[in-house]
């Protein structure tokens, strides 16, 4: 049986036992890399075409020097077609945002964004994580289970434009480095 981060490492590849934030390159065409503080009007901007609701520049620009965040950003070809934030508090940690642009949806690319965010939440020395999503959007709920997230509760009118509920799913780390240190 497959733990949750070998299921979904930082190389989109869900066989792979070593999960790790160092090299993010996933192929010629495709590499996943940190986000740098001027980076925030590029994240903005793939925001704004991924969402009803983006957060600012402003924001990114914040979030992008917060303690405990990490934001990556994809590339393909050169070009910026994606991003994944992720914040670490404690001993738990949250998937804040990910998105890839439309037409570079469903080839693998949310999968390589969010295990470089869970490789960073789990070195951060994360116990559990946690994310909200629209509950209509089933094709991100299955990226999730398939990465080990379950279902765990429900925000209501958590999002606007429009608005909608959230599901809550969380990813438990503890049995993982149970078993690894037992």
């Known amino acids: ?28 065409e495709l590499c996943i890399e940190p986000a740098a503080p001027t980076d925030a009007a590029l994240l903005h901007g793939i925001a704004e075409r991924c969402f009803s609701s983006p957060w600012s520049e402003v924001t990114f620009a914040s979030m992008l020097g917060e303690r405990g965040c990490a934001f990556y950003i994809a590339r393909s070809g050169g070009s910026a077609v994606g991003f994944c934030a992720v914040r670490a508090a404690s001993d738990e940690g949250e998937l804040l945002d990910i998105a890839v642009l439309p037409e570079h949806r469903r080839g693998g690319i949310g999968t390589a964004l969010l295990g470089a965010g869970l490789a960073y939440l789990r070195d951060a020395g994360t116990e559990r994580i946690f994310l909200e999503v629209r509950v209509s959007n089933s094709a991100a709920q299955s990226l999730y289970a398939s990465c080990g997230f379950v279902a765990c509760g429900v925000r209501k009118k958590y999002y606007s434009a429009p608005t909608e509920d959230a599901a809550v799913m969380v990813l438990d780390l503890s049995d993982e480095r149970d078993r690894a240190s037992g």
Do not use: E, F, M
């Open 1 to 28: 049986d497959l733990s949750p981060l070998s299921r979904c490492d930082n190389r989109g590849h869900r066989d792979s036992a070593a999960v790790t934030a160092a090299d993010l390159r996933i192929s010629g």
